[in-house]
């Protein structure tokens, strides 16, 4: 199986981002890579929280990161909901499996 695309909005610091993969018959590998500070722990993050509920750095504590994009909760009014939405698509060749998460964040001042 595949990693076909993804689609994240508002998790952290991808506001609206969808990634469509490279799909070799002959690899059966995908490598993110980017410099430091571009999004890859982020990326993971989302596709763990995505598929499992939680983050790898979710330590169940308040020092815990939002996953609410800033931007997106600054730019919200009062009482907003703002919808954080990870989806992950597989192919297998002959099958797409498709895993979604989605929270909502009332956001109240």
């Not at 490279?22 to 059966?28: D, E, L, S």
Request: overall charge neutral; hydrophobic content about 35%.
């Amino acid at each position: 199986m595949k990693l076909n695309k993804v689609k994240i909005s508002n998790f952290r610091q991808y506001r609206d981002v969808e990634i469509d993969f490279a799909r070799n018959n002959n690899k059966n590998i995908t490598i993110i890579q980017g410099n430091n500070g571009t999004g890859k722990t982020t990326m993971l993050n989302a596709l763990s929280w995505c598929l499992y509920g939680n983050e790898i750095h979710d330590y169940g504590d308040k020092s815990s990161m939002t996953i609410c994009n800033n931007k997106s909760a600054n730019l919200a009014e009062n009482g907003e909901n703002i919808k954080v939405y990870v989806e992950i698509e597989f192919y297998d060749g002959e099958n797409l499996l498709i895993f979604k998460e989605i929270f909502h964040n009332s956001l109240i001042s």
